[in-house]
């Protein structure tokens, strides 16, 4: 048996995991293993279980039935250990989501001195160089609400940074900005996949996915359709369910 960090084994793997939320049946069967330095995009219309797949993966829901692996090792149920897991996987959503009431720099220093126990001058320290790399230093000493949109999704992957996640997720995180912001916070993402971080990205940003993911994975009805490499899923889609969702985002 392979040893969890020896390369081959998938950094998260979904075994035929189930889902419903009462009736609705929004996870049938889905399997997928993400390798290490692997960029994944999940695309598919609205509703058909992505965000709650992300959810899934770092157990901010439960799944009825499957199971889901972190290199190789089960998601644990609850308690210390599964904070343990869950803060080695970076999760930036939609919306922003920093402390309000808090810096940037507090933003980004939280975890790694409260979950990891790094000391505030090595946290800070760190924090400034994430900021710096994202291209917010200059707004570490500021609030959340002081911030334009784009701004605040990078001091948000910053903040999942400092954890030094294993893997990162990426729920829309562009779909609630100004367009003249998207791509600065596309940059920031097209840059960690450069640097081989393994990500799980939702986006409708077809350019950034031709660019940057390794694997495209087509879901609709909480099924995985199909998935492929971006040039044969977004050249030569199989199903007509994928032709149909990529004329509707083409269309506008
Ligand atoms: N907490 C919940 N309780 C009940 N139903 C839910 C819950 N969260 C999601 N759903 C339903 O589950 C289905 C899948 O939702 P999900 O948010 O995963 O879709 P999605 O693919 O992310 O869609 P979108 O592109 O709009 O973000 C939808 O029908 C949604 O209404
Ligand atoms: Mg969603």
């Known amino acids: 048996m392979q040893s969890a960090t020896e390369k081959g084994t998938p950094v ?7 889902k419903h939320f009462g009736d609705l049946h929004v ?3 889905v399997n997928l293993a993400v390798g290490r330095g692997e960029v994944l995009v999940v695309v598919g219309p609205s509703g058909s279980g992505k965000s709650t797949m992300c959810r899934t993966i770092n157990r901010l829901e439960t799944i009825d039935s499957g199971e889901i692996l972190i290199e190789g090792e089960p998601l644990p149920q609850e308690g210390r250990e599964l ?13 922003f989501n920093l402390f309000a ?3 940037v720099l507090d933003n980004v220093t939280l975890g790694p001195r409260d979950v ?5 001058e090595e946290a ?5 160089e994430l900021l710096e790399r994202v291209g917010v230093a200059e707004q570490a000493h500021k609030v959340p609400a002081q911030l334009s949109g784009g701004q605040q999704q990078r001091a948000a992957i910053a903040r999942s940074l400092a954890m030094r996640p294993k893997a990162m997720m990426f729920d829309e995180p562009t779909s609630a900005l100004d367009p003249e912001m998207i791509n600065e916070v596309l940059d920031v993402m097209v840059e960690l996949a450069r640097e081989g971080m393994t990500m799980v990205v939702v ?3 077809m350019s950034f996915a031709r660019r940057v993911a390794d694997r495209v994975v087509f879901m609709a009805d909480g099924q995985i359709v199909e998935e492929g490499s971006p040039d044969e899923f977004f050249d030569h889609p199989r199903s007509q369910r994928a032709r149909d969702f990529l004329d509707s985002i083409r269309g506008h």
Request: glycine letters at 6%; aromatic letters at 2%; charged letters at 30%.
């Open 12 to 18: 998260i793997e979904l075994r035929h995991v189930e």
């Open 101 to 103: 009431h808090m810096t």
């Open 27 to 29: 996870l049938r069967d």
């Open 203 to 205: 986006t409708h940003e």
């Open 124 to 128: 800070e320290r760190q924090a400034m």
């Open 116 to 120: 990891l126990g790094v000391p505030r």
């Open 83 to 95: 904070a343990r897991m869950r803060a080695e996987l970076g999760m930036v959503f939609q919306q």
